[in-house]
Antibody
Framework: EVQLVESGGGLVQPGGSLRLSCAAS????????MHWVRQAPGKGLEYLSV????????YYANFVKGRFTISRDNSKNTLYLQMGSLRAEDMAMYYC????????????WGQGTLVTVSS | QSVLTQPPSVSGAPGQRVTISCTGS?????????VHWYQQLPGTAPKLLIY???NRPSGVPDRFSGSKSGTSASLAITGLQAEDEADYYC???????????FGGGTKLTVL
């Protein structure tokens, strides 16, 4: 069974940093591109970033470029999102999702991890 | 403002048919990029509903269908059921942004 389990969310002060993790199981992790998508409370889905299966290719939405870094450790079947210079508007549920290729649909999603940015 | 435009809400009675539109532009849907649809039930993570414009993943009822024409796409739901009440999102690739984009989402209410 495919499982994606996010962790690492929590309360962080404005300007602070946080690293999210997404532990994958039930499939060959390195064969899949992995994505991060977020959803602010009561708002819609917002696309953040993708990394290719071998980690050699990444993409970031303009509004997180330079602040967020996506990475993966295929030996640990884990995806990461390093977030820095956090702002109130970054407060959201963060989801990881997999896709067969970077342009394929996101066919499995994790349950999300909540990031709260507040002083 | 989302690159892909969806109506904020639609509604229908049980058994009826509803459609949800997703309007893009020449840099995304109109450029020939596939449209995917996701269903998000209250309090849960999104789930892939339609991929590649009109394909259903295994387990998705055939009451759900997708179509695409020009710079727009649509999701149709026939035989509405109470459990269809959810938020629905379209997604496509945008060449001017060089990345994926979502529609703003549509809340479906089953009356």
């Amino acid at each position: 069974e495919v499982q994606l389990v996010e962790s690492g969310g929590g309360l962080v002060q404005p300007g602070g940093s946080l690293r999210l993790s997404c532990a994958a199981s039930g499939f060959t992790f390195s064969n899949y591109a992995m994505h991060w998508v977020r959803q602010a409370p009561g708002k819609g889905l917002e696309y953040l970033s993708v990394i290719s299966g071998n980690g050699g290719s990444t993409y970031y939405a303009n509004f997180v470029k330079g602040r967020f870094t996506i990475s993966r450790d295929n030996s640990k079947n884990t995806l990461y999102l390093q977030m820095g210079s956090l702002r109130a508007e970054d407060m959201a549920m963060y989801y990881c999702a997999r896709a067969l290729a970077t342009t394929s649909p996101l066919d499995y999603w994790g349950q999300g991890t909540l990031v709260t940015v507040s002083s | 403002q989302s690159v892909l435009t969806q109506p904020p809400s639609v509604s229908g009675a049980p058994g009826q048919r509803v459609t949800i539109s997703c309007t893009g532009s020449s840099s995304n849907i109109g450029a020939g990029y596939d449209v995917h649809w996701y269903q998000q039930l209250p309090g849960t993570a999104p789930k892939l509903l339609i991929y590649g414009n009109n394909n259903r993943p295994s387990g998705v009822p055939d009451r759900f269908s997708g179509s695409k024409s020009g710079t727009s796409a649509s999701l149709a739901i026939t035989g509405l059921q109470a459990e269809d009440e959810a938020d629905y999102y379209c997604q496509s690739y945008d060449s001017s942004l060089s990345g994926w984009v979502f529609g703003g989402g549509t809340k479906l209410t089953v009356l």
